[in-house]
């Protein structure tokens, strides 16, 4: 199944990490970072990218609580993810994405990074960290 590129989205209230896989669909890197505006300009955006790369489809994080259950942050997520779907016309992946973004903000710590940096560059990291789950269980099908 080479030959993908997939965007990984970390979709947030206030901004959006977003990574990217190889061309080959085995390995994903942060990419980017949208600092939310309206729901028109973060669809373009992200639009934009997609067109821009090529990509396949998107993989969303399904923000699910750690007992399992879907709260409101789910509803908002999945929300957003069909609006883009519609947009792009590109197919959603869903990976729960629960304890990415701790994972994310650790890893970073122990890079050395202070905190502003690590603000910036976390929810690009959560994303690639989605992205990677969705593109290693590919691989193992």
């Known amino acids: 199944m080479g030959g993908q590129v997939w965007l990984g989205l970390d979709i947030g209230t206030r901004r959006i990490g977003v990574a990217k896989s190889d061309g080959l669909g085995i390995t994903a890197q942060p990419y980017d970072v949208v600092h939310r505006q309206n729901k028109k300009h973060d669809l373009q955006t992200i639009a934009r990218m997609a067109e821009k790369e090529q990509a396949s489809g998107f993989v969303v994080g399904l923000p699910i609580r750690t007992d ?50 690590r603000r910036h560059r976390v929810d690009q990291v959560a994303a690639a960290l989605i992205l990677q789950t969705f593109l290693d269980r590919r691989q193992m099908t």
């Open 68 to 117: 399992g259950s879907k709260g409101p942050e789910t509803d908002y997520v999945e929300q957003f993810a069909a609006k883009l779907g519609e947009h792009t016309q590109l197919p959603i992946k869903w990976v729960d994405e629960r304890f990415t973004t701790v994972i994310a903000e650790r890893a970073l710590k122990e890079q050395g990074l202070k905190a502003p940096q």
